[in-house]
C-alpha cells in the first residue's frame, strides 16, 4: 500500500459511455499527476495538479477531463472514449518544491477497456 | 526534451546472480533520479530516489547509482530471487518548473529470475 488509492481497478465502458476514474491520497502531498501506460510505451503525462491548480496539460484529448477538487482528490472524467485510448491509468502523487523530498508514489492503476 | 532510455529492454538470469540494470538520459540537469518496479498490471512501487547531489542510494539487496555527469544511472540487484522477477523503470525529475520539473520515464527493463 503506497497511500495512493485508486477506483475503480478494471473498467469496461463502451464508446458512448460516461465514466470517471477517482485517485485519493493520504501522504499530505500538495501536487497530482494522472499517467497513461500503454503497451510498449513509457509512460505518459497526462495531466499535473500543483495546489488543485492545473499546470500541465500534455497535450491530451478533450475526451478526458480531470478534476481536482482538493490536494487528496483527484478525478479524470471520461466520454466519448476510442479503443485505443484502453490503457493503464495511473495516478501519482508527491511534494513539489525544491526544499521537499519529491518522491513520487503511485496507486495501483486503472485497467480500462474501452468496446 | 528530456529522453530516457534503458537497457535491456528484457533480462532472464538464474536465482541468486548479481544483475545490473542500465538508465541513460539525455540532459543532466536534472533534480532527482527516481528507480520503481511494476508487477504485471499493478502500479509502480518506488524503490529508491537519487537526489542529483548524490552518487549511490543503497535499500537491501538494491543499490543505486548516478553519474549526472554522463547521464547514467544503474540499480544493482544482488542475489537475484524470482519474486525480484517485475518490470524495473527508470525516472528523471527535470531542475526547471512547470513542464521540466515533471518525471520522465523510460520504458523498463522486464527482468525475469529463473528458479
Redesign the interface.
Given at each position: 500500500e503506497?497511500g495512493?488509492t485508486?477506483t475503480p481497478r478494471h473498467l469496461v465502458m463502451g464508446m458512448t459511455n460516461k465514466k470517471s476514474l477517482k485517485c485519493e491520497q493520504h501522504l499530505g502531498h500538495n501536487a497530482m499527476?494522472w499517467y497513461k501506460q500503454s503497451a510498449?510505451?513509457?509512460?505518459e503525462?497526462m495531466f499535473?495538479y500543483n495546489f488543485k491548480e492545473q499546470?500541465?496539460n500534455?497535450s491530451v484529448p478533450s475526451r478526458f477531463s480531470p478534476e481536482c477538487p482538493n490536494s487528496s482528490h483527484l478525478f479524470l472524467h471520461l466520454h466519448t472514449l476510442q479503443p485505443e485510448d484502453s490503457a493503464?491509468y495511473?495516478c501519482?502523487s508527491s511534494h513539489?518544491g525544491?526544499a521537499m523530498?519529491?518522491?513520487?508514489?503511485?496507486?495501483?492503476?486503472t485497467?480500462l477497456t474501452v468496446v | 526534451k528530456q529522453e530516457v532510455t534503458q537497457i535491456p529492454a528484457a533480462l532472464s538470469v538464474p536465482e541468486g546472480e548479481n544483475l545490473v540494470l542500465n538508465c541513460s538520459f539525455t540532459d543532466s540537469a536534472i533534480y532527482n533520479l527516481q528507480w520503481f518496479r511494476q508487477d504485471p498490471g499493478k502500479g509502480l512501487t518506488s524503490l529508491l530516489l537519487i537526489q542529483s547531489s548524490q552518487r549511490e542510494q543503497t535499500s537491501g539487496r538494491l543499490n543505486a547509482s548516478l553519474d549526472k555527469s554522463s547521464g547514467r544511472s544503474t540499480l544493482y540487484i544482488a542475489a537475484s530471487q524470482p519474486g525480484d522477477s517485475a518490470t524495473y523503470l527508470c525516472a528523471v525529475k527535470g531542475r526547471g518548473g512547470g513542464s521540466q520539473g515533471n518525471l520522465i520515464f523510460g520504458k523498463g527493463t522486464k527482468l525475469s529470475v529463473k528458479p
Open positions: 503506497t495512493v485508486q499527476y510498449k510505451k513509457p509512460l503525462l499535473v499546470t500541465e500534455n493503464l495511473l501519482a513539489t525544491t523530498n519529491t518522491e513520487a508514489f503511485f496507486g495501483q492503476g485497467r | -
